[in-house]
Structure formats: structure tokens, C-alpha cells
């Protein structure tokens, strides 16, 4: 009855994900196909296609629309936090991304491939994208759903379990930095506190940057006189001697490339001031 009206839809539904619910039989019949997602149709049959005789999403809250998916989807988005993500708190809704009926990629249903499809909401991050050093996400490498989860994530215990905007986590509840680049996850003897505490985004800009290795400045001995600048009791040992001594002066080029001797800069198991 519904590919009578709906050809356009029946056409390709059967390579949609949801087309398994209509030869699954642990499922009941109200359960399956068209219903099991718009609710019965025989009052929309019998008024000639009237919506408001079925349960229309284009007409649903969003809040409505966002119960209607998790009926099915509790498992997999329930563990994520979706309802108390900042998509759900902004309205933003399963069909804004994904297209039930006609998906424009065959895996998770996205209306848009996935880079369009973040970058409609998220122009200033496309930009970023376009800088000289970034992550190579409009190349195909990577995409935004292997750092970020868009149906929202559980709090962090790295940066002072301060929220990122919606960060997928690695292994032990890491940054997701950390599933690529897993030479700086340590755990080291001696660690950079900068690393531990505030991250990686300490030091870098996550999507794309002006300086080499996605730093925020660009030179490194500016980055590192952002703490290292003898304020306080910071950027001294616990013996008392100066990280920065009046030796290094920072005039002279071969100071100015404070890796070039501190090479372990995320973390070393040999020395304290991270030298090779």
C-alpha cells in the first residue's frame, strides 16, 4: 500500500539498513517496514494521504522526532548521551543529518557525505581546514566522527574533565589525539604537565593552523614562554635550579628551537627537563 504512493522511496528502500526490520520475524508486524516508524497507516490510507493521519516527522517536535528514533536506537545512542548533547540542546535532530529514505552515503544514512554535512553548520571550522597545516579531512583521510561523536560523549578525565565540544574518546578515556598518535600517550616517568592537565589544544589548534605541527604560534620558544616565563615558582625544579637559565639567551637563533635539546616534549622516561 505504501509503494503505491511512495514509489520514489520503495524504489531503493530495500538497500536502506532499515529494510532488514521487514524480514526479521522476532519483530511483531507493527514493528516492521513503513509502520514501525510512521505508525499504522490505515487512517492516512482511507483519507486519500492525509498527514496529519500519520505520524509525519516533517510535523513532529523535535523532541518527538529525537524519542521516536531511540524507540530502536536506545542501545547504540542511549550509552553516547545523545539527549544531553549539544546537537539535542541546539534542536538539532536525527533527520537534519540523516536521510531515512534516501541516504546520500550508504553507510549510517547521511544525507550529505559527511564533511558537507558538518561543514553546513560549521563554516568556521571548514575554514580552518583550508589552512597550510591541518588535518587532511577534505583530502578523505580522516573525517570529523574519528575525533568528535556527534550524538555526544560522557564527560573526559583529561583537561580537568573540562567538556570538549562532543570528543570521541580513545582507549582509558584519553583524548581522541591519542587513537593516531599514540607515541605521546605514555604513560612517562616524567611528565609534561601542560600535555597532562590541558591537552593536547595546550599547544596545538585540533584542525588546522598557520604554523608548522598545528602549534599556535609560530615559533616554538613563544609557545613556550606562555608558562615557561619564571613567574612564580613555575618553570623551576623542585632542587631549585631555573628550566631557562641565563645562559639560554633567547636573541640567539639556537635557543629559539627549544625542542631542538628538549626533544621528549610530550613526556620522557629518562629526564626530567624531557632532553633525548
Known amino acids: 500500500m505504501c509503494r503505491g504512493c511512495h514509489p520514489d522511496i520503495s524504489a531503493s528502500f530495500f538497500r536502506n539498513a532499515h ?12 514493528q516492521k517496514g513503513c509502520e514501525s516508524c510512521h505508525g499504522p497507516g490505515k487512517a492516512h490510507i482511507e483519507a486519500k494521504g492525509d498527514k496529519t493521519k500519520i505520524i509525519a516527522f516533517s510535523n513532529l517536535s523535535a523532541k518527538k522526532s529525537l524519542d521516536a528514533c531511540l524507540n530502536c536506537h536506545t542501545q547504540q545512542l542511549g550509552r553516547a548521551n545523545i539527549r544531553r548533547s549539544s546537537h ?9 543529518c540523516h536521510s531515512m529514505h534516501k541516504p546520500a552515503t550508504p553507510r549510517q544514512l547521511l544525507a550529505k557525505p559527511q564533511t558537507d554535512l558538518c561543514y553546513s553548520c560549521h563554516s568556521n571550522v571548514r575554514a580552518q581546514f583550508s589552512m597550510p597545516v591541518k588535518h587532511r579531512v577534505n583530502e578523505g583521510f580522516m573525517q570529523c566522527s574519528d575525533c568528535h561523536n556527534p550524538h555526544g560523549a560522557d564527560a573526559p578525565s583529561n583537561r580537568m574533565s573540562a567538556r570538549p565540544r562532543m570528543m570521541a574518546h580513545a582507549l582509558q578515556n584519553e583524548e581522541s589525539c591519542m587513537k593516531c598518535h599514540v607515541d605521546k600517550r605514555g604513560p612517562f ?41 619564571g613567574a612564580g615558582n613555575f618553570g623551576r625544579q623542585s632542587d631549585g635550579i631555573q628550566l631557562t637559565p641565563s645562559s639560554h639567551s633567547l636573541t640567539d637563533p639556537k635557543y629559539q628551537n627549544c625542542t631542538l635539546c628538549h626533544t621528549r616534549i610530550h613526556g620522557s622516561n629518562s629526564h626530567a627537563s624531557f632532553l633525548r
Open 88 to 96: 539535542t540542546t541546539a534542536d538539532v535532530i536525527c533527520s537534519n
Open 189 to 229: 616517568v616524567f611528565e609534561h604537565a601542560a600535555v597532562r592537565v590541558d591537552g593536547c589544544n595546550s599547544c596545538h589548534v585540533p584542525h588546522g593552523s598557520m604554523n608548522a605541527r598545528l602549534l599556535k604560534r609560530p615559533q616554538v620558544f613563544t609557545l613556550c614562554l606562555e608558562c615557561h616565563n
Open 19 to 30: 529494510f532488514k526490520s521487514t524480514i526479521d520475524d522476532k519483530l511483531k508486524f507493527e
